[in-house]
């Protein structure tokens, strides 16, 4: 995954992340553009599931993307 600056479209570099819960990452991240020099934090979180975990974890609690909630209730109304 690339991501860009938010002003020159240049590559950021990560710089250091932290995970204060399991579903979020907060990333800190440098524009490698010296002439721009913009830094900052971003947030990337897990926002839905789209296929369940094989070896689930009790702590995480991620949504079902409705398009797979449907597909669940009509396997187990089938």
Not at 18 to 42: E, F, H, S
Request: hydrophobic content about 35%; charged content about 20%; some cysteine.
């Amino acid at each position: 995954m690339r991501i860009t600056c938010p002003h020159c479209r240049s590559r950021l570099a990560t710089r250091t992340s932290k995970r204060p819960i399991p579903a979020l990452v907060l990333v800190y991240a440098q524009c490698t553009n010296l002439d721009c020099g913009w830094g900052g934090k971003m947030q990337l979180e897990f926002a839905t599931t789209t296929a369940p975990s094989r070896q689930p974890n009790p702590d995480v609690c991620i949504p079902i993307d409705p398009s797979l909630r449907r597909w669940v209730l009509e396997q187990i109304n089938d």
